[in-house]
């Protein structure tokens, strides 16, 4: 009996997780210094992919290579194969509204309008899940770039601790916030989740430029 393999794809045509040798095959045959490894899991794959760090470009204050959560890269450098997300509140509690973009080229890809009576802390819980599940669709491993340790914190935990009280006028943001919790506890993911380092890069680029 046959031993299903996951490979990890550190470097070749793309990155990430494949489930057959085919999949991985097509991914580094012909590919000048493609690099990869067999595991028995996906969840060892998974570790794998995020603790190797691959260097492809660097620039003065960017690097485009894996990094782990429990590795520090120099502190003038981040990860520009990345989604960066960030949230907005007018007042407190106020207005939310929160987007995803591309860190590399600044381009959005996806925003949501802004939501009645709601906090910074929501938004920026929403923003995260939302980029992770529109990566889970595409397919891709990039990690999440977020300026808050608290909503990187709930997303880990799986658990959102607002002292903001449910009511008719914030409905709609508490019922997207169930619905990321559910995600969370019904889906894997891959993608590491880092915090942006506003005192040495400067503002997320998802910033909404607001302050």
Same mark, same amino acid.
């Given at each position: 009996?046959?031993?299903?393999?996951?490979?990890?794809?550190?470097?070749? /045509?793309?990155?990430?997780?494949?489930?057959?040798?085919?999949?991985?095959?097509?991914?580094?045959?012909?590919?000048?210094?493609? @690099?990869? #490894?067999?595991?028995?899991? /996906?969840?060892?794959?998974?570790?794998?992919?995020?603790?190797?760090?691959?260097?492809? !470009?660097?620039? +003065? #204050?960017?690097?485009?290579?894996?990094?782990?959560?429990? #590795?520090?890269?120099?502190?003038?450098?981040?990860?520009?194969?990345?989604?960066?997300?960030?949230?907005?509140?007018?007042? %407190? +509690?106020? $207005?939310?509204?929160? !987007?995803?973009m591309?860190? &590399?080229? *600044?381009?959005?890809?996806?925003?949501?309008?802004?939501?009645? %009576?709601?906090?910074?802390?929501?938004?920026?819980?929403?923003?995260?899940? *939302?980029?992770?599940?529109? @990566?889970?669709?595409?397919?891709?491993? @990039? +990690?999440?770039?977020? $300026?808050?340790?608290?909503?990187?914190?709930?997303?880990? %935990?799986?658990?959102?601790?607002?002292?903001?009280?449910?009511? $008719?006028?914030?409905? =709609?943001i508490? $019922?997207?916030v169930? !619905?990321?919790?559910?995600? @969370?506890? %019904?889906? =894997?993911?891959?993608? +590491?989740?880092?915090k942006?380092?506003?005192?040495c890069?400067?503002?997320?680029? &998802?910033?909404?430029?607001?302050?």
């Amino acid at each position: 009996m046959t031993t299903k393999k996951y490979y990890a794809v550190f470097k070749g /045509r793309e990155t990430g997780i494949f489930t057959s040798w085919a999949e991985c095959e097509e991914q580094i045959k012909g590919f000048s210094g493609a @690099l990869y #490894k067999s595991f028995k899991t /996906r969840e060892e794959a998974a570790l794998g992919l995020t603790d190797q760090m691959l260097l492809f !470009r660097v620039e +003065p #204050k960017q690097v485009s290579f894996w990094e782990t959560q429990n #590795k520090v890269l120099p502190v003038n450098k981040f990860i520009i194969n990345s989604v960066c997300v960030d949230a907005s509140c007018i007042g %407190n +509690p106020g $207005d939310v509204e929160y !987007r995803g973009m591309c860190t &590399a080229t *600044h381009k959005v890809i996806f925003h949501k309008r802004p939501m009645a %009576n709601g906090t910074n802390n929501l938004g920026e819980f929403l923003a995260i899940v *939302h980029g992770l599940a529109y @990566l889970k669709k595409q397919g891709s491993h @990039l +990690p999440i770039y977020s $300026d808050s340790e608290t909503a990187i914190l709930w997303v880990r %935990n799986k658990k959102v601790r607002t002292k903001l009280p449910k009511s $008719d006028s914030n409905k =709609e943001i508490f $019922d997207l916030v169930e !619905r990321g919790l559910k995600w @969370l506890e %019904n889906n =894997e993911y891959t993608n +590491p989740i880092l915090k942006w380092n506003t005192a040495c890069w400067g503002e997320i680029p &998802a910033d909404f430029g607001r302050k």
